[in-house]
């Protein structure tokens, strides 16, 4: 499919609208929420609106802007990020509030079930994840200074090594399995360095990080608060196990929700051998990266 007529000027600029917030608090987190928390309150809660911003790019190039979807985007981030102030006012020690849980489960809806993709034109609700993810970062990351989440992608060896040694463990049990149930196809091709290494980058920015810091970062990290180390694994691998409900299939497809609550395990070890979203994001871009090249 050819998909180049979406590169236009509007989109690039409302790419790089959403993804300067992503990647300056992965790399400059510290910097930013010292900045942040030095605005007065008013001017914290306030903008984290500007993520309606390039909805309104993208939206009003393509014709079908929609007051509605706009004031979507730009309320739910202000909301967010008032909820957050909240709960951390009252919650010194980060055990978490209803406040964090009830967000994490709006945020994760809105993206499995993906409630607002008919804002935009067809082939780039991938705007939609970027700008939900932006949220949750201004909000836990700047607003609630959630402590450990790991968010720091400026990668150290430890972090491959761990990322890796999970790897090592899951693949075996992911190719026992998955290639017995029929879910994993063996092909033998090779696709060349090129090909597999823009994999793994794509899959690491896009798809492995935002699900780590989710999962990982924000939800395991809170429950082991509550709940302990272990139970909070478990519990966080069910979980992303069930957002794989609906992947590759028009009903449930309990098939990839194993596999994927299975991974979810080893995600959550290597996260939590140092509190770090870049050693998990580490198995999981190289899970999705085997996956895509040669078990699909």
Same mark, same amino acid.
């Given at each position: 499919?050819?998909?180049?007529?979406?590169?236009?000027?509007?989109?690039?600029?409302?790419?790089?609208?959403?993804? #300067?917030?992503?990647?300056?608090? @992965?790399?400059?987190?510290?910097?930013?929420?010292?900045?942040?928390?030095?605005?007065?309150?008013?001017?914290?809660?306030?903008?984290?609106?500007?993520?309606?911003?390039?909805?309104?790019?993208?939206?009003?190039?393509?014709?079908?802007?929609?007051?509605?979807?706009?004031?979507?985007?730009?309320?739910?981030? #202000?909301?967010?990020?008032?909820?957050?102030?909240?709960?951390?006012?009252?919650?010194?020690?980060?055990?978490?509030?209803?406040?964090?849980?009830?967000?994490?489960?709006?945020?994760?809806?809105?993206?499995? *079930?993906? &409630?607002?993709?008919?804002?935009?034109?067809?082939?780039? @609700?991938?705007?939609?994840?970027?700008? *939900?993810?932006?949220?949750?970062?201004?909000?836990?990351? $700047?607003? %609630?200074?959630?402590?450990?989440?790991?968010?720091?992608?400026?990668?150290?060896?430890?972090?491959?090594?761990?990322?890796? %040694?999970? $790897?090592?463990?899951?693949? /075996?049990?992911?190719?026992?399995?998955?290639?017995?149930? +029929?879910?994993?196809?063996?092909? #033998?091709?090779?696709?060349? *360095? +090129?090909?597999?290494?823009?994999?793994?980058?794509?899959?690491?920015?896009?798809?492995?990080?935002?699900?780590?810091?989710?999962? %990982?970062?924000?939800?395991?990290?809170?429950?082991?608060?509550?709940?302990? %180390?272990? /139970?909070?694994?478990?519990?966080?691998?069910?979980?992303?196990?069930?957002?794989?409900?609906?992947?590759?299939?028009?009903?449930?497809?309990?098939?990839?929700?194993?596999?994927?609550?299975?991974?979810?395990?080893?995600?959550?070890?290597?996260?939590?051998?140092?509190?770090?979203?870049?050693?998990?994001?580490?198995?999981?871009?190289?899970?999705?990266?085997? &996956?895509?090249?040669?078990?699909?």
């Amino acid at each position: 499919m050819d998909l180049t007529h979406l590169i236009t000027p509007a989109n690039v600029i409302a790419a790089c609208l959403a993804l #300067v917030p992503f990647l300056a608090v @992965a790399f400059f987190s510290e910097r930013l929420a010292g900045s942040a928390r030095a605005l007065p309150v008013w001017a914290q809660l306030a903008c984290p609106a500007l993520v309606s911003v390039p909805y309104l790019v993208v939206a009003c190039a393509a014709g079908n802007f929609r007051w509605g979807w706009f004031a979507l985007y730009a309320a739910l981030p #202000v909301t967010i990020a008032f909820l957050l102030w909240q709960v951390a006012q009252s919650d010194a020690e980060q055990r978490g509030g209803w406040q964090d849980f009830l967000i994490l489960a709006v945020l994760g809806l809105a993206v499995d *079930l993906r &409630w607002f993709e008919g804002a935009w034109p067809a082939h780039l @609700a991938i705007f939609n994840k970027v700008l *939900l993810l932006d949220t949750g970062i201004y909000g836990f990351v $700047l607003v %609630r200074n959630l402590g450990g989440t790991g968010f720091d992608l400026r990668l150290r060896w430890r972090d491959a090594a761990f990322g890796l %040694r999970e $790897l090592v463990f899951y693949v /075996p049990i992911a190719l026992g399995l998955g290639l017995s149930l +029929g879910f994993l196809h063996l092909h #033998v091709a090779w696709p060349g *360095l +090129g090909a597999i290494g823009f994999a793994w980058i794509f899959t690491f920015f896009f798809i492995a990080v935002p699900e780590e810091l989710f999962f %990982r970062g924000w939800l395991q990290n809170l429950l082991e608060r509550r709940m302990g %180390r272990l /139970p909070a694994l478990l519990l966080t691998s069910v979980l992303f196990g069930l957002a794989h409900f609906n992947k590759r299939a028009v009903h449930f497809n309990w098939r990839y929700v194993l596999l994927a609550a299975l991974a979810g395990i080893f995600y959550g070890r290597a996260w939590r051998q140092e509190r770090r979203v870049g050693a998990s994001a580490v198995t999981h871009a190289s899970v999705d990266a085997l &996956w895509s090249l040669w078990l699909k």
